[in-house]
């Protein structure tokens, strides 16, 4: 195979699937809007959730992306030689338009006639077929029609993707190459020898749609959604061993020895530190960098940011690189991607400014929680430190246990692990609980409140600037079934009466029952007809603006009320700060007032 570049494989990508009709759409942020249901966007399709479902994409049927994805559940993984944190996922998708056999004959095209990889190399998994859904002998046959030999067929939890715990899903098919390790067993294959085989791409046929009782409905349409890892798919065309010797790395981890003195690949955990530094801090820049960023804070988005930035702070330590030049590599991160997320270079001095803020703040922690141990151990008789306050030092200040061992041990002392591990355990599962209440409302939860909620959003900020201020911008949105909540630049709490002003003109809106206009136009038209939005940052070339006459005007992907009087009745419940000079509104609706 030869030699690829990270850039040269998305180019290659778009120009692939845009040459076969599709149009390129531009990467959506990482932080989902109102979508209660999870914290990052995780894959491509996430931000095309209501286009699956029918609604009307302004730019066709075919499309193709490279989007910015987070995903932290392994972040424990991170430091093997497959795991990160963040990634880029290059996708097309089919919105009702083609269905199995073009999409699997488009990724055997690109891979081996522009990508150029021998058949041979190539093995794919196809749906074994259960009680919902039948055997995938047409996906199958479609592959060996081209020339694939290697198929196996796996059950659902191999082959079916699911966008969440309700939502549109389907049977896949994936793409597996041979990393050149020797055949573990005769006839290997992705399902019996997952060491050889590395899976690179997949393709998903959407045509269900999860219900709350766990049944596959029928879509309205048929879709295709795939997704492709960047990091893997380079790595395995250069023959590399990990992600972290590809070009989206290396020069980083050479600069993070040359600043530390440390030698990577010299032994194990040297290497995952070095590993975990990069992967945490690239992350970290996205994150901050985002043009919907995020900074580090102790709920939601903000505290996952806050582990990661620590995290990479605790482990520069590990390896004597002092960890002020954090924002060294988080600079040398934004002038790599920059020329494809200029959203990066946009933010640049937010992003260095907030990951030195949070560095300095940790670090001060680090140290108390040193003299906090050391005023512990005074106390502890025997020699060992019971877990629990060694879980309340973690929990309280932020302090690692792998720091709290080593100090523990120049002192003569060790630590109770198991007292440790329960009392982590009992934290995790009340954490649990917390996140699985986050994930009930399902993925992109278009219900008919979420979507009220989200019509009653743009009518709380066209009355905020009616009446406040014009320069009131939204900073942020999160709706979920029992309420919106809104923030907005404004540097003092409002009064009573200003509420209560807002909450009227809402209110008007809605007992005028006003028509919720969509059009489709470009930016330029949007930004012309005064729509709100956040320009300069990237939008398709086609946008849809919603309109609330004399109310509001927005760009927005929707879905909305389609006219306001289907609101009922709003009401503020809270105001508050949220962060320096943003305020919070939470309100709710009561569509129980809706005149019929
Ligand atoms: N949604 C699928 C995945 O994330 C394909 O894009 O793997």
Redesign the pocket.
Known sequence: MKELKSYELREKYLKFFEANGHKIIPSASLIPENDPSVLFTT???HPLVPYLLGQKHPDGTRLTDVQKCVRTGDIDEVGDETHCTFFE?L?NWSLGDYFKKESITFSFKFLTEVLEIPVEKLAVTVFAGDEDCARDEFAAKTWADLGIKNICYLPKENNW?YAGATGPCGS?TEIFVDNGKPAKCENSNPGNDPDKWVEIW?N?FMEFFRTKDGKFEPLKQKNV???MGLERTICMINGLKSVYDTDLYSDVIAKICELSGAKYGEDKETTRAIRIIADHIRTSTFLMGDERGIVPSNVDQGYVLRRLIRRSVRFARQINLDSKQLVTISKMFIDKYKAYYPELAMNENKVLDELAKEEEKFSKTLENGIKEIEKVLKFVQGDTLNGKTAFRLYDTFGFPIEMTKEICAEKGFKVDMEGYKEAEEKHQKLSQMGAEQKFKGGLADSSEQTTFLHTATHLLLGSLQKLLSKDIHQKGSNITAERLRFDFNFDRPLTEEEKKMIEDNVNKAIQEDVQVICEEMTVDQAREAGAEGVFGSKYGDIVKVYTIPGYDKEICGGPHATHTGQLGEFKIIKEQSSSAGIRRIKAVIDTSKAKK
């Open positions: 894959a491509g399709m996922m996708g993707w896949d997949n998903v959604d795939t997704g």
